[in-house]
C-alpha cells in the first residue's frame, strides 16, 4: 500500500505538495514591454500608446494629426481585430502607417508592437490599440505615455465604469468637442468621474473636425518630444 | 476577453515550476481589482487555455485583491472594492497604491 494516499499501487510517488511562488502573471509581456522601452529610448523614440472604445474618434485625431502637426514627421502602429480600413484611412492623409491585425485578441501586447520595430524609423511613434476599454490598459507595450480617449458621446461617467483604462493614461482627451451643443452632456460630471479614477490626469477637450482645442494635443507631443 | 490572454500566460508562467511526471491539482491566482481582470471571466477562460497541459481540470482558485491606498497626507491606509483614488480619511488625492494591481500566481498544488 502507497504510504501517501493509502491507494493500493506500492511505493507510489503522488504525495501533494504545495509550491508557493508569487509570479507575476504577466511577466513575459512585462519584459518585452521592458526592451521595447529600451529599444524606443536608444533610437530616441517616443511611443505613445492612444487607447479608447471603438468609435471614439482615434483615427479622425491621427488623420488631423498627420495633416497638420508639422513639428516631427511619425509613424503609427494602428491595432484592429479584422480589416485594414483604418490603416488605409490613415494613409491618404498622408500618414507612414502599418496595420497589425490581432485577429481573436482584443488588445496590443508587447510581442506585437517588437515585431513591428524596423518600421520605425520616426522619433514619435503613435499607437493606435484595439478599440476597447477594458482589455488594452493591463498589457504594458514600453509606450511613453498613454492616452485615453473619451469621447462627449459616450456618456460623462465612462471613466467610472471603465477605471482601469482612464486610471493609467498620462492625458485623457475628450472628444467630438463640436457635438457638445446637440447633446446633455456635463463637462463638470465628466470632469468628476475622470478626477475620480485619475486625480493627477491632464486632461484637454477637443474636435478633430472643426480643429477646436487641437493645439492642446499638439503641445502635449511637443512636450513628450522634448523630455 | 482579454482573460484567455491572462490565462494563457498563467498557463505558461506556471508550468515552469512543474517537475516531470508531476500533475496540477490547483491554483491560486491574486487579482488586483485594478488589475482589470474579471474573476468570473478568467474562470471561464481557464478550462480552455489549459487544455492539453499539465493544468488541464486543475481547479483555478481566484481571490480578489482590494485596493489599498496609503495617504501621503495623514499616511492612514483606506481599503477599498471600487477604484475611486481619494484617501476616505481626510479626503486627499495625493495617495500611494499599495495593493490592487497585481496579477500573480500565489501558490501551487502538484501531486
New interface residues.
Partial sequence: MCGDCGCEVANADHFKQTIHLEIDVLKKNNHIAHQNHHWFHDHGVTAINLMSSPGSGKTALLERTSREFQESAFSILVGDQQTDNDATRLQLSGARVRQITTHSSCHLDASMIEKELDFIKEKLLIIENVGNLVCPSAFDLGESKKVALLSTTEGEDKPEKYPVLFHKADLIIITKSDLIPYLDWDETKCLDSIHKVNPKARVIKLSSKTGEGMKLWYDFLRECLCV | ??E???AK??V???IQ?VKQG?KV?SIH?KVGV????VKEALEFAFPEASQGTVFENSRLEVEKVALVLFCKKCHKLTRSED????CQHCYD?EVEIKEGK??????????
Avoid at chain 2, 485594478?34 to 481582470?37: E, T
Fill in positions: 476577453m482579454h484567455l490572454s491572462i500566460a498563467i505558461d508562467s506556471g515550476h508531476q491539482l491566482i485594478l488589475s482589470g481582470v477604484i475611486v483614488i481619494l488625492t497585481e496579477i500573480l500566481i500565489q501558490k501551487m498544488e502538484v501531486e
